[in-house]
């Protein structure tokens, strides 16, 4: 059973950061990615990243420049450093990962077939 463990969320003021952390256990594939949902919205995709692949790495318009996607290999994590926080950014933020390998893109939620529990993150102004 793969797991995927969140942690590093909470609250900053707008213009602040953040680092999310996303440990994994037992994940062999080679696709893992950040989703948002901010409350009475849908799910969004916020970036993924290809394992074994030089990090390539792929961000929504909302957040590129401002969030950065990197992993840990030793350490079985995947972060998500995020930068110049706008109350937008508001929202609970969950890792997922996709199962097998092979393509995969935060467009789309039906790639990711392992989901952690989200961490809250609020941005205030």
């Known amino acids: 059973q793969v797991e995927l463990v969140e942690s590093g969320g909470g609250s900053v003021q707008a213009g602040g950061s953040l680092k999310l952390s996303c440990v994994t256990s037992?994940?062999?594939?080679?696709?893992m990615a950040w989703f948002r949902q901010a409350p009475g919205q849908e799910r969004e995709g916020v970036a993924n990243?290809?394992?074994?692949?030089?990090?390539?790495?792929h961000y929504a318009d909302s957040v590129k420049g401002r969030f950065t996607i990197s992993e840990d290999n030793a350490k079985n994590t995947l972060y998500l450093q995020m930068t110049a926080l706008k109350t937008e950014d508001t929202a609970i933020y969950y890792c997922a990962a996709r199962r097998t390998r092979g393509y995969c893109s935060f467009r789309d939620e039906s790639y990711f077939d392992y989901w952690g529990q989200g961490t809250q993150v609020t941005v205030s102004s």
């Open positions: 990243m290809y394992k074994f692949n030089g990090g390539d790495s």
């Open positions: 037992r994940f062999t594939g080679n696709c």
